[in-house]
């Protein structure tokens, strides 16, 4: 049971189990059915709590930035506000972070140019 006295499962996307089902699809539409029942839902990222790029220089105390597009932060929790798939076979989820410092600046952000009309 979670705060909320509830039953909970949890899900570690790693398990070979769960492999299983993000690859069948059954996954995908297990987050469909909680989401339509109105269930409470979240997403959390293993590790320790990060809110840079940076990452240390082999052989000193000094950082530098690490390439590509940002990961979500590590060690924190999101609430998983819905979860949608469009036409074209797109799946997304949209969730809520609790950080303000951090803005999800990938595909499928704010600013993305894959929204277009046809999606909206």
């Known amino acids: 049971q979670d705060l909320t006295g509830c039953p909970t499962s949890c899900y570690n996307l790693k398990d070979d189990y769960v492999q299983?089902?993000?690859?069948?699809?059954?996954?995908?539409?297990?987050?469909k059915f909680f989401?339509?029942?109105?269930?409470?839902?979240?997403?959390?990222?293993?590790?320790?709590?990060k809110y840079s790029r940076k990452k240390p220089v082999e052989g000193g105390d000094?950082?530098?930035?690490?390439?590509?597009?940002?990961?979500?932060?590590?060690?924190?929790?999101?609430a998983i506000a819905d979860?949608?798939?469009?036409d074209d076979?797109?799946?997304?989820?949209?969730?809520r972070a609790p950080l303000k410092k951090y803005q999800w600046s990938g595909d499928w952000s704010d600013t993305s140019p894959k929204w277009t009309q046809e999606v909206l």
Request: no cysteine; aromatic share 12%; charged share 20%.
């Open 62 to 78: 000094a950082e530098e930035e690490e390439a590509g597009e940002p990961p979500l932060p590590r060690g924190q929790a999101f």
């Open 35 to 49: 989401m339509n029942e109105g269930y409470l839902l979240s997403f959390s990222t293993h590790g320790e709590e």
């Open 20 to 31: 299983h089902f993000i690859a069948n699809g059954q996954f995908w539409e297990l987050l």
């Open 83 to 86: 979860v949608q798939e469009f």
């Open 89 to 95: 076979g797109t799946q997304i989820m949209r969730l």
